[in-house]
């Protein structure tokens, strides 16, 4: 088969399906045979925009071909990291393949992606995962685990006994840190998440959130009726301005703050703000690759309740339906499989 049938993002939020050539793999390259691919709202600027190359940046699939000097074998299953990372630089020796200095490409942005067919990836970026996980459920290893997990790695750096987390936004990135902080800091631990969308709020107290919805009362509100003077760690996913400065006022002394969302502005007053309470600001991007597998032991072990997160499966012709719903916000995280 020399061409495959992919969808095009022609801008307008309209997607059109047309063919393109399947790729051959290169030197050190793999030609994968993708099974599912996760929505996510950093596809927003592609589908109402446009996108040059095929998009789709949460793919699982199965190695159908390879190229030369590679060690994957043809039918293994697993992910594939977003990251082209070059390996060698200061950052990537380190194990800080997200902070690449010559990173190479961004898979579903400045190389075709996964709601193709097939796509070509470095070897390197490529993840073997367990037989066991279902394609689809695999892709939790991507965004939900790896940027939810990194984000509250990012503040036990600062913060060594969370005791209490907020999470500002319950879209699927606002679920993954929740699922990640019951997974990595216990299931006691009472966490907070805001959201103006009751489906997702319902979602998140489902999977044992404390939910806080905002068309009737503020995060401040909620937490002085539980009585609770401030938590540890919030956590912005929204990239608004709002959210971030309540989930900096909602810290408690030695608290931090993690910027996960992309967008807006954060102000501070940084006397009352930072230095009397010894708070810290930190960014997360992403995750590093070396977390696939410690996230892979905890998704073996904890697939059912991570699976909560996802909400909706689609085949690729329903690419359109799929991406309406997921920004009209009743959603979890919506999966595409081919």
């Known amino acids: 088969m020399k061409t495959m049938t992919v969808p095009f993002f022609v801008g307008g939020g309209k997607i059109e399906y047309g063919e393109k050539q399947v790729p051959v793999p290169g ?16 596809d927003r600027k592609q589908f109402y925009e446009g996108a040059k190359a095929t998009p789709g940046h949460e793919a699982s699939g199965v190695v159908a071909a390879v190229g030369p000097n590679t060690h994957t074998a043809v039918g293994t299953p697993g992910v594939v990291y977003l ?3 070059c390996g060698v630089c200061r950052s990537c020796k380190l194990g800080y393949t997200n902070q690449c200095l010559s990173k ?7 190389h075709d992606g996964g709601y193709g067919p097939y796509m070509v990836v470095d ?17 939790l290893l991507l965004d939900i685990m790896g940027t939810g997990g990194h984000a509250i790695k990012r503040a036990q750096l600062v913060h060594s006994d969370i005791q209490s987390v907020v999470v500002a936004g319950a879209g699927p990135i606002g679920l993954a840190v929740l ?22 709020l319902r979602l998140a107290e489902k999977m044992g959130a404390i939910p806080v919805y905002l068309g009737k009362e503020t995060l401040d509100e909620k937490m002085k009726a539980d009585g609770m003077q401030g938590v540890d760690v919030a956590v912005d996913t929204t990239g608004k301005t709002a959210g971030r400065q309540a989930a900096l006022a909602a810290l408690t002394k030695r608290g931090v703050l ?15 703000d930072l230095i009397a309470a010894e ?7 992403y995750f590093q690759y070396n977390e696939l597998a410690v996230n892979q032991e905890l998704i073996l072990s904890h697939l059912p309740y991570l699976s909560h997160i996802i909400t909706h499966r689609f085949g690729i012709e329903r690419l359109q339906e799929a991406y309406e719903l997921f920004f009209r916000g009743d959603t979890g995280k919506v999966v595409i499989e081919q």
């Open 27 to 42: 030197e050190g390259q793999l030609l994968l045979q993708v099974k599912a691919n996760a929505l996510c709202g950093s």
């Open 83 to 85: 990251m082209g990372y």
């Open 104 to 110: 190479k490409a961004d898979y579903g942005f400045s």
């Open 123 to 139: 070897e390197s970026v490529f993840f073997a995962t367990d037989p066991s996980i279902p394609l689809t459920e695999a892709t």
């Open 179 to 200: 699922a990640m902080a019951k997974l990595m800091l216990g299931t006691e631990v009472p966490v907070y998440i805001t959201d103006f969308v009751e489906y997702r």
């Open 258 to 272: 993690v910027c996960v969302g992309h967008g807006e502005e954060l102000h501070l007053k940084v006397s009352p």
């Open 279 to 285: 708070r810290a600001v930190l960014g997360s991007e």
